[in-house]
């Protein structure tokens, strides 16, 4: 079983940029794709990025552009850095694991963190 614990959100001012990071622990993730997605609230779990074992990326149409997904399987860490933060990217940030099925659909992930809270003002 693989835990995943998010870092990195926190409270910054439109235009600017953070970058999250995402710990797993337990067993190797290294052969799985790994997605971020972002839920803000009132609002359904929205896909914003994904990446394969072999750092292919896959990004969502509401932040493309704007964020680079990354992994280091050694560390088994991923990484979303995100720039040009908007109000509207307030959210909580969640990295999870793919089991199967489409990248961009929540039920295709197994295994989820408990979030991080990005903020952006304006």
């Known amino acids: 079983q693989v835990q995943l614990v998010e870092s990195g959100g926190g409270l910054v001012q439109a235009g600017g940029s953070l970058r999250l990071s995402c710990a797993a622990s337990?067993?190797?993730?290294?052969?799985?794709?790994m997605g971020w997605f972002r839920q803000a609230p009132g609002r359904e779990r929205e896909f914003v990025a994904a990446i394969s074992r072999m750092s292919d990326t896959f990004y969502g149409d509401s932040m493309k552009g704007r964020v680079i997904i990354a992994r280091d399987n050694a560390k088994n860490m991923v990484y979303l850095q995100m720039n040009s933060l908007k109000p509207e990217d307030t959210a909580v940030y969640y990295c999870a694991l793919h089991r199967d099925g489409n990248l961009k659909w929540a039920r295709s992930y197994e295994t989820w963190g408990q979030g991080t809270l990005v903020t952006v003002s304006s």
């Open positions: 337990g067993r190797t993730f290294s052969d799985s794709f």
